[in-house]
């Protein structure tokens, strides 16, 4: 148990006892971010302050006195409104390294999700051109959030979906053939609203190296076949360079030959949630805050995209899963209102859809914004980013802000190999543990054990700041699996890289401060074990990314 979770037990016990039967919420510790405030919070007072109709103030202070003289507790204090500070004793923060040593690759996993199984739909993009950073962005983080689910304890199923139909591949065909043709016809023209990119001349050239001219009479479908087989194998190949490995393909096509979409439309106009209008077939989803009604099948019986949706929604619900989340687009916010009252109209629970809203993402590159667009071809491709700027440096910079939120892609810092850049500095942090590990072996100082140790000499200030820091991890894990929000591992792997590199430059500019001391043997241990601790989460936090731990650079 470390130090956290200590404080919280003992909190809600005194609690317990001050509100003499009455229900009490979960206790939670925070860390304070002025120092004076102590080393953690509780606003528990707060929280009980209207169950038991008394002032927080007065309940703090009760809980205090309830609270007593605790060994790892060396001072208790209440401030307004009703905060409960504390102030916990050096060796106490430094014992959770202990636990940090011997659960080692385990440690900081939580069973909050224990039982639970998830869906996580990413990517999921149509095979009509190669993945670009919009995509990237998807990847990045639909994969880190199914990371960050495991590592809660959750059962985790990760799945593309993807369209092979419609008139986008119609269109992609005609492109093909067009680029196919004008490699050996003069007078083709190529369709204005068709797909411009390098890549179709590069399917092209492949196609007439295979078959020379005898396609020239093959159809807008047999061009748009050959087109999407070679993009899939592009997009496989592009996910394996991230490390994503899907569970499976889940192809829109199949809800329409099975009968899943007929059926699903069936369905709910026999549960009176769809109606007609002006020859079109109305879903209702106005009573779900949405700003109007949505077409399902329009006056020329063609069905909209929401349609076959709904069937795959359904079709992932009837799984048995306890959380089903997506990972959609910036302008996808009013869609989500529409699938979720979809699923209410099934009967099915609405809470379990989670989608994850990525916000657009502006491209830096040589210290000017990068423009593009799809259609013309003019875009960054996932491929290049990964050739140039390596696949750990795509995920951590995906994952460094709210999915949420805009982000400002910095190309440039992305590829520099120096401590500018985040992801650099943090696995060189990673690396000289390593290296330290490997100076006090060549010195014949090899690591006692967890239990050898004498925490209560960790005492500086740049030890203790990095001890109760790396006690967050487990935290920190609930909180990005329970939340669907991996940035946080981001956000704490640069605190702990900023941290450590503070107590290493301590020991290149005083003596005293070194870790290895051969004069002093038993700092020397403790010292060991919070370089080999440290090691331990600044791996087992990388590898929630899917970013690799060097041990040399």
Known sequence: MNIRETLSRIIARAAAEVAGG????????????VKAYGDYASNIALSLAKTLRRP????????????????????????????????????????????????????????????????????????????????????????????????????VWREYYYNDGGVQMTRLGESLKARYLLIFLKDIEFPEDGYHGDYIGEIAAQLHAEVKDS????????????????????????????GINFDAKFNEGDLYTDGRVDAVISELRGRGKVYDSEGALWLRTTSDGDEKDRVLIKSDATKTYLA?????????????????????GADHHNYVIRLRAAMRALDFDPEKLNCIIYQLVTVKRGGEVVKFGKRAGDYI???????????????????????????????DLAKEH????????????????????????????????????????????????????????PRIVELAGTTFEPHHYTTYLRTIAEQFNAYF?????????????????????????????????????????????????
């Open 215 to 242: 396609w020239k009479d093959k159809s807008i479908t047999e061009f748009s076949d050959y087109a999407k087989d070679w993009i899939v194998k592009l997009i496989d190949a592009d996910m394996i360079a991230m």
């Open 22 to 33: 009455a229900c009490i919420p979960d206790v939670m510790i925070d860390t304070p971010r």
């Open 418 to 473: 120096s401590v500018k850049n985040p992801v650099y500095s943090i696995q060189y942090a990673h690396a000289r543990c390593c290296s330290i590990e490997r100076k006090a072996a060549e010195l014949g100082i090899m690591f006692a054990g967890a239990g050898a140790c004498d925490y209560s000499l960790l005492t500086a200030h740049e030890e203790q700041e990095l001890i109760r820091s790396l006690a967050e991890f």
């Open 56 to 155: 927080p103030m007065e309940i703090a202070n009760d809980i205090v006195s309830a609270i007593g003289s605790q060994p790892v507790i060396t001072k208790i204090e209440v401030k307004p409104p009703g905060f409960i500070n504390i102030f916990v004793r050096d060796a106490s923060a430094a014992a959770g390294l202990a636990a940090i040593l011997k659960q080692g690759a385990l440690f900081g996993r939580s069973g909050k999700l224990t039982g639970k199984r998830a869906i996580v739909e990413f990517v999921s993009a149509n095979p009509t051109g190669p993945l670009h950073i919009g995509h990237a962005r998807n990847a990045a983080v639909g994969d880190c959030i199914a990371r960050a689910l495991e590592r809660a304890g959750c059962s």
């Open 308 to 328: 076959p949706d709904i069937a795959y929604h359904a079709d992932k619900y009837s799984r048995g899963y306890d959380l089903v989340i997506n990972l959609l």
């Open 381 to 411: 491709t996932l491929h290049e980013m990964i050739s140039e700027l390596g696949q750990d440096a795509v995920r951590f910079f995906f994952n460094m802000r709210r999915s949420d939120s805009h982000m400002v892609f910095d190309w």
């Open 505 to 553: 430059t301590a020991g290149n500019v005083t003596e005293e401060m070194r870790v290895i001391l051969p004069g002093n043997p038993a700092l020397s241990q403790a010292r060991l074990a919070l370089i080999l601790a440290t090691r331990v989460v600044l791996r087992n936090a990388l590898d929630a990314l899917g970013i690799s731990a060097p041990e040399k650079m």
